[in-house]
Structure formats: C-alpha cells, structure tokens
C-alpha cells in the first residue's frame, strides 16, 4: 500500500483538467492522546483506557464546468495515495458532472495572511510530555481531600496540521492544539426515612493552550457542585429571571450568527439583514456582537476561511443594531455582496455593566443555572430548552440561597433577552464537537440575566 | 436475498494482520486484537438551490494490547504492512514501559473460542454465517441481506429521485393548505455508506459487512420545521417509503406553522414510538451503560445490586443489536450489527425486566471491573475514537393494545410524536425527552390543535426516571392497527443518533410501542 502518486500529480492533474473549473485540497494530520481515569476499588487512580492517534486525510472539494454556464458542478471526496490516482479522480468527476449550483469563482489568492495563534508551542513540542504533565495535574487534583468522591476523569490533547492548497494558487499552512478534561464527582446523604439518595457533577472544559486548563480548579468546581447535587429542592413551575453563564451564552450567540449568514439568505432560511434589529423592541442591554478569527487561543482562530479568504475582525451587531452579513465567497457572489467578509473566528460579544453579584440581586427571585441537562437550540426559530440538573435560586426576600434540580426550562431568544443584562466581565469559552474541524469560540459575558424564561416542573 | 460480500481489496489486510498478534502479545498477560474498519459514505442532496454528493471514507486499524489493568490503543491509517508492524512494535514497548498505577486490580483475560461462542444463544442471522467447525484461522464473515444492491445505484438515479421528491413536495404543498412561498426550505437526501469491519484476535478472524440507508425530508416555513426519515441497514429497498410520507410531512409543517404555546404542567401522554425509544435510551439505556457503572456514576448500578423496584410492570426495556427484521419490515434495524467493535457477537439484553434492573450492557474492561457478561456494547464514533458502553438498538417491549384502544383510554389529553433529542441523568435519574409534534386529544380523538413549547419551541417532557415508568398505564402491540396477535418479533427502531458523555456521536436505533403515561411534565 505504498504511495502511487503525490500531491504534486493530484494538483497538476487537476490543473489541467478541461472539465475542472477550480479546486479546494485538504491535507490534514491529527495526532492524539487519550487517557481515560477512574477510581479503582480502595481509591486508587488507576487508567482505564490509554490511547494514541493517527490521522492522516487528503480531501478535496471539486468544481465542474457544466453546459450551463451559470452553473457549476461540485463534489467532495477523500483521496487515498494508496489507490491509483485516475480512478479516484475520474469517479469524483463524473459524480460531480451530476450536481448544479450556481456557479461561483473562487477568490484571487491572498498575499498577505495574518499570523495567528492557534496552537500552544509546549504541546506541539512534546505532546507526551504535555500528557504526562497534565496526568499529574489530574492525579494531584483527586489527591486532594474534599467532601465528594471522585469517579472518573478523561483527558484528551491533539495536535492538528491543516495545509489548505486552492486552484488560484494559494497554499496555507496552519497548526492548532486542542485539550480536553472531564472530572466526575459524586456525593450520596442518607435521608430521614434510611435510603441513601447520591447524585453527581460532571464538569468539562476544552482548551487550545494549557496555561488555560486549571484542572485544580475544574476539580474542585466539579466536587463542589456534587455537593450541591444532594442538597437540592425540586424547581417550582413559575417565570423567572434567569442567569446563565458563558457555555450558554455561547450557545445562543452562536445560533444568531447563523441567522446572520450569507447562507441563510440564499436557502431562504430565518436572516435578519443589515438594517435590523437584532432583538426586536429590547429594553435590555443592547448587544455589540462580532466575529473575531484573531483572538489569541480562541478554539476558531485562523487566517483564512475553508475558501481561501482572509479573516479579519468583523463587528457584525453595534448597538443591537446588525451591521455587515457573514458570507464566504460562495455566498457573497450569490448575494451581490461588494466583497466576501468573515465567517469564522471567536464570536466576541461586549461586556456589559452588572456584576454577577448585582444579578443575582436583580429581582426578588433570581434562578442561576449551574448545569442543563442538554441544552437543545433551534438556531432557525432562536428557541431553546433544557432539564434543569443544577441550579441556584436567589431568593432576596428571604436572604437565601437555594440548590435546585429538575423541572424543564424553556426560552426563546427573541423574547427572553427583551429585558437582557450583561455582566461586566468577559471570558473565554471553547468548545469542539467530536472530529467537527471547526470549533466554538465564545469571548463575552461570563454570566447574563434573562427574563420571564418558563420552567415547567 | 443476496449478503453484502466483504469487500475484496481488505482481503490482503486481513490476512497481514494475523501477525501482528504476536507482538500484541509478547509479554505474559497480555491480550492482544485487531480491529479494522472503513466506513464509506456517499451523501447525496438535493434542495430547492442546489444539489450536492459527498464521498467521505474512513479507514484505519486500532491495535490493541490489555495488560490485565488498561485498555492500550494504538490508531493508525497508515496501514503498508511494514508502517504497520513498526507501529505495533513502537506500541507493546510504549504498553511494556507503562506499570500499572499502584492500587491497581488484575483482571486478566483470555479470548473466546468458536465453540464457546456458540454456546450462547445467537439469533439464526447470526448462526447461519458461522461455519459448523470454525477455529482460530477460519475467516468468518457476516453480511447483512439485501434485496436491491445499494452499491450498484448511480448517482445519476440517486439524484433524479432525491429531485423527483423535492418538486413532488412543491407540487403537493397547495393540498397541505401552504400558499405558494410558505414553503421556504425543501431538501431531500440520501445518506449511505458500506461498513466494512474485522476484528481478529488467538481465538478467532471475524469481519462483517453493512449496507446502512437513510433518506431524510426537510420541509421550512421560516422558522418552522417538519421532516420525515426512513432507514435501516440493507439494501435500497430500506428507503423505499419515503415518498409516501411527503403528504403526511407537509400536512404536520401546516399543522406546526399554527401551533400554539403550550401551558407548561402535568398532562397525560400518549407517546409514539420514536418517543417511547427516546425514553427507554434515557431512560435506562444510559445509566445501563457498564462504563458508566464502573465509573461509579450510574444509580442503576446500586439499583440492580439492591434489587430495587424503579417502575410498574409495563416497564420493561431492552437493548438488542441483533434486530435483522425490524418490527414488520424485512430489514435490519439502525443500531443493528453481528458484531461490536471489541469482536462480541450480538445478542438481545434485557436490561429492565417489569420495573426490576438487570445486569447492564458492557464493553470489555467494564465487564471485567464489574464481574457482569460481556455483552456487544463496545463501540466507538470511528477507528479514531475509544471504545465505550454504546447503546444498539433500545426500545421498550411491546404490549397487547390497539392504538384505537390507546386513545380512547388516554380520553383527554395529548400525543406525542416525533422526537427531538434526550438527555440521560444516570445518577440523578432525571431524564428530557424533546417532543417536535403535540397533539390535542379530547375524549380519545383528534381536536385538530397543534402545540409547541412555552416559549415556542420542542416540548420538553421531564421528570423523575422512576415516577414516568411508574406512570406507565398500557401499551400498544408492535402492528398497532391491527387486533390479532402481532407476527412481528421486535418493536419497530427508528433512525437515530447517540452522544455520550457529550460527545462521541455513534448511531443508535430507539423504538417501542405506543405508550400510555398517566401523567407526564411537559414544558
């Protein structure tokens, strides 16, 4: 299963294709390490699972001419260098020549990009060292006394290489590290009538660089919250003010992005264009929200878009007032837009001017969601929903705090962010969905207060 | 009916691989496997824009060393013989330089023969491929029937039809009551993909080969959504119902552009049988998942040691990869196959036995730390990922009812159809359900109303694990609408995903009867 053919002949051949219009190759190397921790029977940190990963993929995304000018054809596949060159490449071809979409070029290649950290220089030069290092830190943290126990730990680090070539003869190298780490701690209390009632926390936190992995901390967050777990009261059915944090946030923001896209416009889908208003009639803080493909260790930080244009800051609502349209070449062309804009980066939203501690005070009742079960979102209808597994209700008639769990909270961003109030500090939030390239990054409002949101109970 | 064949260029993987075992062995104690998977997917789509093919494959070898302590994994797409036996040398000295942690119990093992094998009680899919005098060297394969060979569609056909789908819908949307320009979004597509596995360790070299289809219909009016799927694993005869179902999409998009806010609170549900899987997988399907037992974070570990009652006895739910006829069809159910991804063959679990917990599902190392069967639970997103406890197929068992008899017994209430999402609470015991469609129920029919969540979007239905299977009133036969007794063998499974831990997207099928709850959240 030698090589057959290079990169060189794939690009070449594509090249001087006469039914191949233009072409995105993909070459891509991931490696990873994985370790899988729980306590073995007498407490002992023991490593269940302990991995290590290859990846290797050359992907292209083609484009064919087809009679109608105004069209173009477009297929995307995984090339083997194992298997002759032609057949792939003929199959690919043909498959397209089948497809239409409205034709569209790809961008005059840049010639300046910016530089940009994606990667943290300590896990790119020792991978195992950084595993090791980390499975102290794990091993130090559940070490530690505390009032819950612990039950298990995962630990993942990558390192991915992506060199993008396009047809107009850019080619763009760019390096990026991920970190993830899990922490599962229990607590159980023997209850009035003898039974034993037990529950959990599991915490989780993704990262690019290590300086922003605290796993003394996401140990102990995750001990504490177990603790809370079994002193909670069951949530009562009412409209409340509800705080939610920067996972959340991120969430919902990043479904407004969706309605502020290029693509949007063109399938006909919920857009809300240049002009508008992004939270109709508000009486809340009023949100400056912008994508910014250059935050320093964000989980989407690059240079150019999966089309060969180059990121760079884009504000896309001032003042809840929605200012530019994130679209990629494609959909640029497609909308008339002056040029393509930014459609990746840190979706970055201004802080506001409460403090958690002036939220949490903001009415008589105030429910703090410390976990969803599942946060489902419709990023089409602004909606979302969830079990409540934790919570803190404020109470500031009685000066009491609360720990609650259960009943369904549902929510609409339209609605519910009416009377919105931003906290006056700013954090990152970085999440990836399993082998999805492209990650989720938040830089905003550690905490927000929404209002009238229904829980069900 | 025809089996998909292995496919023939693994051939000379397969028959390497054999020696790499003795270097995954090379130190007393240790059990060393292989497992090899390609998954070739072609995703065509059409929608009212653009039509589109997606040519994915994913190929690459886990190599496997237990030591009697940890799972160690090695995960390579580099597979030339000579890159491979580097690999796994470079792997059993990076496995022979790890000790195991201080504290650490041994829990060796030893493979499984043939002939062991066949003692368990295998479904007859399985039985009929597994040559009578199989050993060590005998190349097993399992392939999955099919009726029409998916592999020799066009993409020229797959196209015209997923086109012929997208203006059969435009066409019959005026029937639907939606005005030209209601119907924002229509896409049509088709997903497939031939899955290739080989798992070979001492005791045996066994590889299976799937065919899995689905179609999927979107239909939009701005923010509002109704869809249909139809699939399973076979041939292209698995999706042949999807046009029929074009009507019945636009009809519940008309109804759903209307729906009104549902007042959150108590209500009694009748849930259809994608909702009852949704549950039964929450349920305890999770928190049945011997990992997460191991961890020490699941109740139904504790639960099933104390013998604890946590339901009536409608509440019976099973997980079974070895679904091959899925309620009256003749087809392989979503999360079926012959074999997991650690090389256990399939077999039907009760997990849930009237309300009473049975031993849960597992993986290799969480049958050892939990001293339970193994079971054909090991899986994983793709070669590239860990193996976890994963549910199959998990569904409740089916009762003696008629959906007719259902509905008059629900009187007034609602039903639930059409799942969107779940979550699993495996200490807690909380559990969501997400309900896409609601309908108004008065005196057991139909009032014609619609509604959505209180904030207008999926009804949740939450509460307690034990109170909702305790609230289990009746269920349905599997061939609801008919009142002799059922033919089929298993309830219907439908088409689904699975997350764990929050990640780790594998396929899962999820199914049941119709059920009847006495009284259920929904918010």
Known sequence: MAHLWTLDQLKSTLDNHPQVKGWIVNEETIQRRERYFLAEKGGALVIDQDREVEVNNLSARLFVKLDDASRQGEVSKKFFYSLPLAPQLDSAIAAGLQTSHQAWPLPTAATELPSVQSADPAIVEDLEGSVSRLTQDIATAVATPRDARFDSAELFLSIHRLTKHLSNGLIHRSLSTRIYVEAAYSCSKQLADGSVFSDEYLDTRWSVRLADVDVAGLFEQAANHARYAVEVSKTEAGRYPVIIHADVLATLFHDQISQLSGSNAYHQLPFVAVGDALIKSTEGDLISLALDPQQPFGADTVAISGQGVPQALLPLVEQNRVVATAADQQFAHYLNLPAPTTVRGTVTVAGGRHSYASLTKAAPQVLEILQFSGLFTDANSGTFGSEIRLARLHDNINGTVRYLKGGSLGGAVQENFKGLKLSDVCVRHSHFDGNNPVGQAYFGPECALLTEVSVAA | ?523
């Not at chain 2, 994983?380 to 009812?401: H, I, L």
């Open chain 2, 1 to 523: 009916m025809a089996r998909a064949p292995f496919s023939t260029d693994l051939h000379p993987l397969r028959q390497f691989l054999p020696s790499l075992l003795p270097v995954l062995e090379a130190q007393p104690g240790w059990y060393g496997s292989v497992y090899l998977e390609r998954k070739t997917k072609l995703t065509h789509t059409v929608n009212l824009r653009q039509s589109n093919i997606n040519d994915e494959v994913s190929l690459g070898v886990v190599l496997r060393i237990y030591d009697g302590y940890t799972l160690f994994e090695q995960s390579s797409d580099q597979l030339e013989p000579e890159a491979l036996l580097q690999l796994a040398q470079r792997f059993a000295g990076r496995v022979a330089a790890t000790p195991p942690a201080a504290g650490a119990i041994a829990r060796p093992y030893a493979p499984v023969s043939w002939s062991e094998r066949l003692q368990l009680p295998l479904d007859d899919e399985i039985r009929v491929q597994i040559p009578a005098d199989a050993n060590a060297a005998t190349e097993v394969h399992f392939g999955i029937r099919c009726e029409q060979d998916p592999t020799r569609l066009s993409n020229e056909a797959i196209l015209g039809r997923l086109k012929a789908i997208v203006e059969r819908t435009k066409a019959l949307a005026p029937d639907a009551g939606l005005a030209e320009g209601d119907l924002s979004f229509v896409q049509a597509q088709q997903r497939y993909a031939i899955e290739d596995a080989l798992f070979i360790d001492r005791a045996v070299n066994m590889s299976q080969t799937l065919y899995r289809i689905a179609t999927v219909l979107v239909t939009m009016s701005g923010p509002h959504r109704a869809h249909s799927v139809v699939g399973g694993l076979g041939g292209q005869e698995v999706t042949a119902g999807l046009e029929d179902k074009i009507a019945g999409t636009l009809a519940d998009l008309a109804a759903v552009r209307q729906a009104e806010l549902l007042t959150p609170g108590q209500y009694r549900v009748l849930i259809g049988p994608s909702i009852a899987g949704v549950l039964a997988h929450e349920a305890f399907g999770h928190s049945q998942e011997g990992d997460t037992c191991a961890r020490g974070r699941s109740k139904a570990w504790d639960l099933f040691q104390s013998g604890e009652i946590v339901g009536n006895q409608h509440a019976t739910i099973l997980n079974n990869p070895a679904i091959f006829k899925n309620g009256d069809e003749d087809f392989a159910a979503w999360g079926s196959y012959f074999f997991d991804e650690e090389g256990w063959l399939a077999q039907e679990q009760v997990l849930l036995e009237a309300g009473q917990l049975r031993a849960p599902m597992t993986n290799l190392t969480s049958a050892l730390r939990l001293g339970v069967p193994r079971s054909a639970n090991g899986k994983r997103e793709s070669w590239a990922n860990g193996v976890y406890t994963r549910q199959t197929n998990t569904y409740f068992s089916a009762g003696d009812a008629t959906l007719a008899e259902l509905m008059q017994q629900l009187g007034d209430g609602f039903v639930a159809t059409q799942p969107a999402g779940g979550m699993e609470d495996p200490k807690g015991m909380g559990i969501q359900v997400g309900i896409q469609f609601l309908q108004e129920v008065r005196d057991g029919k139909f009032t014609g109303r619609v509604f959505r969540g209180p904030a207008g979007g999926d009804v949740q239905l939450t509460g307690y694990t034990p109170d909702l299977l305790n609230a289990i009133v009746a269920k349905s036969k599997i061939e609801y609408t008919r009142s002799d007794a059922d033919e089929a063998v298993h309830p219907q499974n439908k088409v689904g995903g699975c997350g764990k831990y929050h990640k780790e997207i594998v396929h899962a099928g999820s199914g049941g009867p119709y059920m009847l709850l006495a009284q259920a959240t929904l918010g």
